[in-house]
């Protein structure tokens, strides 16, 4: 019987041993894996930004196109030539005077 107590004994050893090391590493690979779905989150938050970020961009962009449609399909160019003159270039018809209001907006 001591035979046999003897025998066990590093049996035993070798199975702690072995399940310590089992038991590392499931740890390593569930520590893997929150810190990769850690990662993918922020991923994603990062993604969902740029992603609001281009939508509003495409929301300018489309509002700037249907009004530059709507200067190619007006019938008066003469209208949208003046405007532009007036506004832009602040130009005057001949014995125009303009008067600009310099006081406060309150």
Do not use: H, W
Not at 49 to 78: F, I, M
């Amino acid at each position: 019987m001591a035979q046999q107590n003897q025998a066990s004994q590093p049996k035993k050893k070798k199975t702690r041993s072995s399940s310590f090391i089992l038991t590392l590493a499931i740890i390593a690979v569930i520590g893997y894996f929150v810190i990769s779905l850690i990662s993918l989150q922020m991923e994603k938050a990062e993604k969902e930004q740029q992603l609001a970020q281009a939508q509003t961009t495409l929301e300018q962009k489309k509002e700037r196109n249907e009004e530059l449609q709507s200067v190619l399909d007006e019938e008066d160019d003469s209208a949208y030539i003046e405007k532009v003159a007036r506004d832009v270039l602040g130009y005057v018809l001949p014995g125009e005077r303009v008067y600009y209001d310099i006081s406060s907006g309150d």
